[in-house]
């Protein structure tokens, strides 16, 4: 199976950037996928295919990478981004990071 | 407007058998794959498996030996059903439609729908 790593937790500022990163195991292309969830809600969609936004999302969500390292990136930060993001593999099954939870300093 | 829900019966007891609908509008079985992950304590979000448009299963091989997926197009419906239920086994289980975007030549296959889930105690 394909292990996804996240750090835990990211403490930002209002304003400020957010840099997020996921490591594979190994390579998974550019089929790499980004979730947003909040507290008490299901996950949401917000990136696909490593650097693509999905329908609806703010231009202030952007991802890039391939193959086994990966960024995801929130600039400027608003307090309604507060929540915990995942990546997710799609190109060997599926499998999802352990999330970071990004705080608010 | 896409909408999928999830009901469950909330407290199983050890060794039993969990059943879970996932009542779906706005589209059709027949044209999505239809995903199942789960959200325990242990180990976060976990997929779980799925039935294609077709009525074809594929099961993450955690999983293989105690679960089953079916679905009733008529009634717009999606079934989960895991046996040999363990205390591990506590989370949110959600059913998510599988969509896939063409870019650059690749086909991306991602959940774009969730439903809010069901909360699955399995205790004594």
Known sequence: DIVLTQSPALAVSLGQR??????????????????????GQQPKLL???ASNL????????????????FTFTIDPVEADDIATYYCQQSRNDHTFGAGTKLELK | QVQLKETGPGL???????????????????SYYMQWVRQTPGKGLEWMGFIRSGGSTEYNSEFKSRLSISRDTSKNQVFLKMNSLKTEDTG?????REAYYYYDGTYYYVMDAWGQGASVTVSS
Do not use: N
């Not at chain 2, 949110?92 to 998510?96: D, F, H």
């Open chain 1, 18 to 39: 957010a840099t997020i990163s996921c490591r594979a195991s190994e390579s998974v292309r550019s089929s790499m996928h980004w979730y947003q969830q909040k507290s």
């Open chain 1, 47 to 49: 990136i696909y295919g």
């Open chain 1, 54 to 69: 999905a329908s609806g999302v703010p231009a202030r969500f952007s991802g890039s990478g391939s193959g086994t390292d």
């Open chain 2, 12 to 30: 199983v007891q050890p060794t039993q058998t969990l059943s879970i609908t996932c009542t779906v509008s706005g589209f059709s079985l027949t």
């Open chain 2, 92 to 96: 949110v289980y959600y059913c998510a």
